[in-house]
């Protein structure tokens, strides 16, 4: 039986898109393009894929035509964007990535994470399926890109509202150059010797 969760729905009939503010984590496979082959690449992905419904297939619907569904998963190749319903507390988001991240480190893969809260536009997509685009989506993989192998890395305005009560929840000094000459707050999410990585990311922050 699954959850109950707040539907994702595609734009009604006649609208392109609609406005939708939720969180978003975003995640790679680090080295994945450095496969020698083809092959190599694939079968990573066949583990990607497996991962990813192994965690959410119990609680969400996605990939659906005929009913609602409520979560979106973004194929990347080498990972996934995730945007999660408004119904899933953020406390429940990074117990989801907890899951992913130690089922990759099962398969000795390395991974980083960006999890990020924040605005974006839900549209249909050529295949008729909802898919998202804006700042929310986007920065969560900048906060992914700052990241180093291990990493699962959040920004401000995911973390601060969890930070006095998470306590592997950890503010990282300064702040760290993205595109176009702004900068990114970043909260360094990790529990040493069982998930993350403690280490500073190896991207110079501005102090």
């Known amino acids: 039986m699954k959850k109950e969760q707040e539907p994702i729905k595609k734009p009604a009939k006649g609208r392109r898109y609609y406005k939708y503010e ?3 984590a975003f995640f790679d496979v ?3 393009s450095k496969r020698a082959t083809s092959i190599g690449m694939t079968g990573i ?3 990607i894929q497996q991962i990813v419904a192994d965690t959410f297939w119990e609680d969400f619907y996605w990939g659906e035509t005929n ?7 973004l194929p990347t190749g080498d990972g996934y964007g995730i945007c999660f319903p408004r119904s899933v507390e953020h406390t429940s988001v990074l117990g989801y990535i907890r899951q992913l ?9 390395k991974v980083r994470f960006g999890v990020n809260y924040g605005i974006n536009y839900v549209v249909e997509d050529v295949n008729e399926m909802p898919n998202i685009i804006g700042w929310g989506i986007t920065m969560a993989q900048r906060a992914m890109d700052i990241g180093d192998s291990g990493h699962i890395l959040c920004t401000a305005e995911f973390a601060r509202p969890l930070e006095k009560d998470i306590p592997q929840l950890v503010k990282v000094p300064g702040n760290f150059p993205i595109k176009h000459g702004d900068t990114l707050t970043i909260y360094n999410y990790f529990e040493k010797d ?6 500073m990311p190896r991207k110079q922050s501005k102090k």
């Open 101 to 109: 991240w130690t089922q990759f480190k099962e398969l000795n893969a």
């Open 22 to 24: 939720s969180t978003v």
């Open 194 to 199: 069982k998930f993350g990585n403690p280490r």
């Open 30 to 32: 680090v080295g994945f």
């Open 67 to 73: 009913t609602d569904n409520n979560l979106i998963l």
């Open 45 to 47: 992905f066949v583990d």
